[in-house]
């Protein structure tokens, strides 16, 4: 039986898939509306626990902006007009970074809109621990100029429907600290048109895995 701490990013996974078609729908009026359903992971990569090297911890959030149909290696244009206000998401990163590659997985302790899809077991300069973490992540770091995107995750939907989701950095060392720029992220699946979702991320360096923070989503947007 799954425990609320199990459940609680499932749910809120459902939460954030929908704001984003609820969003690019306010601002694109074609197509067929399709129900969200509940979403739940469609599989955990647990099987094989992989070592990996972590040298920093980041966490922070992400602004949502706006949505449109099409990718996130699209150019798009942001719409014009009144916008649907898509509220805020926490993001966190475990990340590692060898000459100007960087690789790394989702932290889950610091994000509640992504799922398990890998175990591994994480070394740090101090600190060798086992860890459910999200989605990898893989990209480069120039010392200045940060871009990477994460796997494609599968999921699927109350209703069956199978959906997958995406999503790209791309941002700036604002200070030795701290990473800003923007955030996009694709779902497929929901509408004939795959669905992307834009907005700006900051990420803060942090020491340490197991950080004690407090999960802040905001998506009113879907609030009844």
Do not use: C
Request: proline share 4%.
């Amino acid at each position: 039986m799954k425990t609320k701490r199990q459940l609680l990013p499932t749910l809120v996974v459902g939460l954030v898939v929908a704001g984003v078609i609820l969003a690019a729908m306010a601002v694109w009026s074609s197509g067929a509306s399709r129900g969200t359903g509940e979403v739940r992971a469609e599989r955990v990569q647990a099987a094989q626990v992989e070592t990996v090297a972590l040298d920093s911890v980041y966490a922070g959030h992400v602004k949502l902006d706006w949505a449109l149909p099409g990718v996130y290696s699209d150019t798009l244009s942001a719409p014009t007009g009144t916008l649907p206000d898509m509220g805020t998401i926490d993001l966190g990163l475990l990340l590692h970074r060898s000459e100007g590659n960087v690789t790394g997985y989702v932290d889950l302790d610091n994000t509640l809109v992504f799922t398990t899809e890998h175990t591994i077991t994480a070394t740090l300069p101090t600190t060798t621990t086992q860890l459910a973490v999200g989605p990898s992540v893989t990209g480069a770091f120039d010392g200045a100029n940060l871009h990477f995107e994460s796997e494609r995750l599968v999921q699927v939907t109350g209703a069956k429907q199978r959906l997958m989701r995406q999503f790209r950095l791309i941002g700036t060392l604002a200070d030795v600290n701290t990473f800003t720029g923007e955030y996009r992220e694709t779902v497929w699946g929901y509408s004939p048109q795959p669905l992307t979702v834009v907005g700006s991320f900051t990420l803060t360096r942090v020491s340490g895995l197991s950080l004690n923070m407090s999960h802040r989503i905001y998506l009113p947007l879907i609030r009844r």
